[in-house]
């Protein structure tokens, strides 16, 4: 893959140095580039909604999907009614982004970060594919285009890192990469 074509997400992780002629430590900020991993549809059915969604280069909305797949909004209520509210919040923030609002990408990321927690269903499973991520990664991208600021949660991170670490698993390790998670992982556990 051309190294330019690859999208990512940056986390800040804080590294000690102890400077020993000085006697002093310093806290300098590395950059831990997570490359995003492209979320491919589980099946036919969700083949069809994300090829609806890139073609308009739009979010995974879901609000839009039962709109456009009426066959499926028994299955998505069902596995979404406890959650339905921030579904239809999360649909006003992605219309308002892609009409320029651009605070709305930053709301529609927590949004999203908060609905990913509540996945796997079984409508993602049968029908809908991974779109939460397709749309976290979707709206990294977009914030990241618009050169806006922005952290994830840790667990978010964690996330991240996991989907890359898969996607490479048959690949040579990447020692900076790996040090900057250990140390990133161990900053973490210091927060806690």
């Known amino acids: 893959m051309n190294n330019d074509k690859k999208k990512y997400y940056i986390e800040p992780v804080e590294i000690e140095i102890y400077l020993k002629k000085a006697g002093i430590v310093r806290t ?8 995003l991993i492209d979320v491919e549809p589980n099946n036919e059915k969700s083949r069809e909604i994300f090829e609806l969604f890139k073609s308009m280069n739009e979010p995974i909305d879901l609000m839009e999907v ?30 308002s982004g892609l009409a320029g609002i651009n605070d709305s990408w930053r709301s529609a990321l927590y949004f999203t970060e908060l609905l990913l927690k509540y996945e796997p269903t079984v409508a993602s499973t049968e029908i809908l594919g991974s779109f939460n991520t397709y749309n976290l990664i979707y709206v990294i991208n977009r914030l990241n285009e618009l050169g806006e600021k922005f952290l994830l949660e840790d667990s978010t991170v964690y996330y991240l890192i996991k989907r890359r670490n898969e996607a490479y698993k048959d690949s040579p390790a990447d020692r900076e990469f790996d040090k900057l998670v250990e140390l990133w ?3 973490v556990k210091g927060k806690n």
């Open 28 to 35: 300098i900020i590395k950059d831990l580039k997570i490359e």
């Open 66 to 95: 039962q709109n456009n797949f009426p066959q499926y909004i028994k299955y998505i209520y069902d596995s979404y009614y406890k959650n339905m509210e921030l579904f239809e919040k999360l649909s006003m923030h992605f219309k």
């Open 185 to 187: 992982e161990y900053n």
